[in-house]
Nanobody
Framework: EVQLVESGGGSVQAGGSLRLSCATS????????IGWFRQAPGKERKWVSC????????SYADSVKGRFTISSNSAKNTVFLQMNNLKPEDTGVYYC??????????????????WGQGTQVTVSA
């Protein structure tokens, strides 16, 4: 069974950095993608970034491009989201998700079939 466990959230001031981790297990091949989404209170869950695990470069929402970097470790069992120059609008619960059928729908929640429990990120002005 695929399992995802996020960690690394916390509270920082604007301009600070955090690195989120998504520890993964249960995949039977490298044909999957990991995405990061965030959800602010009262708002819908929005796509932030994704990485097809067999690729080396990720994709990013315009709002985080140039500030966030997605990567995986060499064992491909942990995906990181390095977040620099954080802004108050980056606040929310961050979820990692897995898609075992990576395709054109990696920018919406329905494109994923496994989810982690989420980790809170709070950025103060």
């Amino acid at each position: 069974e695929v399992q995802l466990v996020e960690s690394g959230g916390g509270s920082v001031q604007a301009g600070g950095s955090l690195r989120l981790s998504c520890a993964t297990s249960g995949f039977t091949s490298d044909d999957y993608a990991i995405g990061w989404f965030r959800q602010a209170p009262g708002k819908e869950r929005k796509w932030v970034s994704c990485l097809v695990i067999s690729d080396t470069s990720g994709s990013y929402a315009d709002s985080v491009k140039g500030r966030f970097t997605i990567s995986s470790n060499s064992a491909k069992n942990t995906v990181f989201l390095q977040m620099n120059n954080l802004k108050p609008e980056d606040t929310g619960v961050y979820y990692c998700a897995a898609s075992t059928t990576p395709g054109p729908f990696l920018v919406v929640p329905d494109g994923y079939n496994y989810w982690g429990q989420g980790t809170q990120v709070t950025v103060s002005a």
